[in-house]
């Protein structure tokens, strides 16, 4: 899960680095902050370094604040990768023109760029796993151990086209209130006026319904009619 980046980082050990290891995992917070974040000042680093101290967690999640990380001190593996993340652009920002003229090694070929990426991943790994938990924290989701929900949310809401909907302004037409007959009295005219917003939206959701329905009846209706159909394939009774 780490590997790329610490290696992007010129790690010492980026593929024998354990996060579960208590030790290895304060020596990398130490090292980044030293290194390559450099959020605090050389003389504010002390209780960050005072690795073997009782207090140094309480340390490290001031450390997290003060950073403005979005995850806990007990999302061990989700701090780690952001805090990788904020290294390796703090690196770039710092030699732009040593990464600008980099080429990439190989060059992908028309035919590997239509292959779904996803095909090869394998959602048992639990680097995986840890991986997607840590995105579905940060896009605020349910979390769920395969990407399909963030998969979904990303199709419906962060694709170019959903982004270009969303941003259109939707135009309707202004609507009396009062002027709708609830039904019923929940004796508060607040309520009252929620229940009607509530309904109205309502009968949108089914007219929206019916003209899905109207659309299929459609489309089946020109199958049926479709001339080349051979209505001798169909069958009355047994």
Not at 132 to 152: F, M, P, T
Request: glycine fraction near 4%; include cysteine; aromatic fraction near 8%.
């Amino acid at each position: 899960m780490f590997r790329r980046k610490l290696t992007a980082l010129e790690y010492h050990n980026p593929t024998g680095f354990d996060c579960k290891d208590d030790t290895e995992f304060r020596n990398i917070i130490v090292w980044l902050e030293d290194q390559k974040i450099r959020h605090y000042k050389i003389e504010e680093r002390g209780n960050l370094r005072n690795i073997p101290s009782s207090d140094w967690p309480k340390h490290y999640e001031k450390y997290l604040q003060d950073v403005n990380c979005p995850f806990s001190v007990q999302e061990r593996q989700e701090t780690v990768d952001w805090l990788l993340g904020l290294a390796v652009r703090f690196e770039y920002g710092d030699n732009v023109e040593k990464y600008r003229n980099c080429k990439p090694a190989t060059e992908a070929s028309d035919a590997k760029k239509t292959v779904d990426p996803l095909i090869n991943l394998d959602s048992n790994n639990p680097d995986f796993k840890a991986g997607v938990l840590a995105l579905a924290n940060l896009l605020k989701i349910q979390r769920h151990e395969d990407y399909s929900a963030i998969k979904i949310l990303i199709q419906e809401r962060l694709t170019p086209d959903a982004i270009a909907k969303a941003s259109q302004a939707k135009e309707g037409l202004p609507v009396a209130l009062d002027k709708h007959i609830l039904g019923f009295d929940t004796g508060d005219a607040t309520l009252n006026e929620a229940a009607r917003i509530l309904r109205l939206l309502h009968i949108e959701e089914l007219r929206e319904l019916q003209t899905n329905i109207n659309e299929a009846i459609v489309a089946v209706q020109a199958i049926i009619a479709d001339p080349k159909t051979d209505h001798r394939l169909g069958k009355v009774g047994r």
